[in-house]
């Protein structure tokens, strides 16, 4: 496996003012207990957050809370190997489980003074500002697909989605941008 | 829109949700001396009562979990909802 090179391609997105297609990363969905999550913690450089739908940062690592034993780890593409490498190492003996998505999702930030009425075109949870601050995140829908979710400025959200839901999503926000010439 | 309470997530909207049918199903622990009759039970007899129910749902689009919700079938509103392993009792006696 080591010979072989994959080149990471995700799909096109075109960029707009309130859209910006985030580049590819390493995305791996780790689940544990209590005692997993501290050492993955440690290893990966991002204390993974205990409170329900919370995301945290170090530098260009985060680790977003998706359930009670379960995180989506967000990680440059050129850490691929350092991070795989520490986290299984600190891991050993201890019972958990991490896989690999980076292929499976592509994301894009949906940014400006416009985002929440874009974003509520589609879904259905409270997106004040009140009800969802900076740093939270969950797993969500849009219109059918489902997306994480992950407000990281007052005005700028970071939503993967499964690749081949991408242009869904994408295309039901550009008709929804429509509506209010954002 | 119907807001359920995920134990984990907190208040969320229904589209987020999946029902999974009547709650508190135990499996037949020893198969040796399960008998059809408890089969026929486990399988296929489920309550359909009119009033408050206790029914598995599952946070499918937020945080996957199951939990456990009794609800009124008349009127949709959920009393409560609780974690697997819990069986919070009320006043009044739900099924
Ligand atoms: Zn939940």
Redesign the pocket.
């Known amino acids: 496996m080591s010979n072989l090179t994959l080149t990471r391609r995700s799909p096109h997105i075109e960029a707009r003012s309130w859209l910006e297609p985030v580049q590819a990363m390493l995305r791996l969905s780790f689940r544990g207990g209590p005692e997993a999550i501290a050492a993955a913690s440690t290893s990966f450089g991002v204390a993974l957050p205990t409170t329900?739908c919370r995301a945290a940062s170090h530098g260009a690592r985060s680790a977003l809370w998706v359930?009670p034993d379960e995180y989506l780890l967000l990680a440059p593409e050129s850490d691929d190997i350092s991070v795989r490498t520490a986290l299984t190492a600190s891991l050993a003996g201890i019972a958990h489980s991490i896989v690999d998505i980076s292929h499976r999702q592509a994301a894009f930030l949906l940014k400006g003074p416009h985002a929440e009425w874009l974003l509520g075109s589609g879904c259905p949870l409270d997106l004040d500002l009140a009800a969802f601050p900076v740093g939270m995140c969950t797993r969500t829908v849009y219109m059918k697909s489902e997306i994480y979710l992950w407000r990281t400025a007052a005005d700028v959200f970071h939503i993967e989605t499964w690749r081949s839901f991408t242009p869904y999503v994408v295309d039901h926000l550009v008709d929804a941008a429509r509506e209010c010439a954002a | 829109m119907l807001v359920i309470h995920?134990?984990?997530?907190?208040p969320?909207p229904e589209p987020?949700f999946a029902h999974g049918g009547q709650a508190h199903i135990a499996r037949p622990q020893d198969p040796t001396t399960t008998t059809e009759d408890d089969l026929l039970q486990f399988l296929y007899l489920r309550e359909n009562p009119r009033g408050l129910f206790r029914e598995r749902w599952r946070?499918a689009r937020?945080?996957?979990?199951f939990?456990n919700a009794i609800r009124d079938t008349t009127t949709d509103f959920f009393v409560t909802t609780y974690k697997v392993g819990e069986r919070p009792e009320l006043p009044g006696g739900a099924a």
């Open positions: 329900a359930g | 995920c134990p984990y997530c907190g969320r987020e946070h937020g945080c996957g979990r939990f």
